[in-house]
């Protein structure tokens, strides 16, 4: 009997057949390093995915559209259209796709309440094949898609809401759900553009690790790059004044997964044509110091903790600090580096 495993012809065949296939490999060296595309410093970066997730009744939706304003319009915004923080913010398209919100009476009037630049938002609102309209379909569409976002040009983010509509199957599983993703992973890669996937936080979850609480698979959250999450802070509510919450980010593998954001929702309101349609939009208050966990127990009143804000903070240091004389600027600004502080703080601290 013929051992076919040591037949010379299966060898040949099998030396043949590798000369078609090889696995590529580069030199180290010979790759340059690359800085992370930030189009919003620590929090959104282009080319990765994302998750922002928070519980029913915090504008997470509501806070995507004003991310979605800033970069409509891009440059140093003031008012309710910039980064928190009035940071820089380059200017280019959006695309919003969304399974939760009617476009006409929520997506654009919180756009319009946010000071979107609406030329350049897309709201993706289907599919067409065979000249038959149908629902976008993130398996069956996502190629397609890719086609527009290149010839259109300048897209830089992608909003999906909710990220769960993107896993056709058991968004509990943890190869599904990473089955499902990687698409909108290499969409973003391939343009350069930030996904964002909004989500909700699993019910009665307040005491677990902030990445635990992501809805879903954990993969939810170990494929994004950035986790972003919101709470509101519970002792801050009243029946008729604007919705106090807190902007956090419980992970990032590319950067500080530490501090926050304070913001309230608010009531809008605007004429179109001879209506006047009410709306929603978030502004932006103080910056939050301390660890997503700790931010987030002060928030709900599971714990003591305080979350301060920057310029408490670096007020809090020079007192520590200078407790026994002065220093010279340089060695305030190596200690205020080292321990997170910005300049900016310090001299506002100074003052």
Known sequence: MINET????????????????????????????QPINWLWNGWIA??????LAGAPGTGKTTIALNLAATVSNGGLGQGSCSW?????????????????DGIEDTIVPRLIAADANMQNVHVIRGANENN?????????DLAHLSNQ??????????FVDSIVEAVAGDSNKNSEVRRALAPLVQLAERHNCAIVGISHVTKGSKR????????????????????????????DQSDDGPSHCVLVRVKS????DDGGFEYSTHAAEFVAGSRSIATSRIVWD???????????????????????????????????????????FSVIETQAQAAGISMASIKRAKS
């Open 6 to 33: 040591n037949n010379p012809r299966n060898l040949n065949s099998g030396m043949a057949n590798s000369l078609n296939h090889r696995v590529e490999l580069t030199c180290a060296a010979e790759i340059p390093p």
């Open 46 to 51: 282009a080319g990765k995915f994302h998750i």
């Open 84 to 100: 928190p923080g009035q940071s820089f913010a380059p200017k280019g398209k959006v695309l919003i796709w969304s399974g939760e």
């Open 132 to 140: 038959r309209p149908r629902p976008f379909d993130f398996k069956r």
């Open 149 to 158: 976002i290149s010839q259109m040009g300048g897209v830089l983010v992608v």
């Open 208 to 235: 677990k690790d902030p990445l635990d609480r992501v809805a879903g698979s954990l993969a939810f959250g170990a494929v994004a790059r950035v986790v972003m999450m919101t709470a509101k802070i519970s002792a």
């Open 253 to 256: 593998n590319i950067g500080r």
């Open 286 to 328: 103080r910056p939050l110091q301390g660890s997503a966990r700790d931010i987030l127990n002060w928030a709900e009143n599971d714990s003591e903790t305080v979350a301060i804000s920057a310029l408490d903070q670096a007020a809090n240091f020079l007192r520590l600090l200078l407790a026994n004389g002065p220093l010279a």
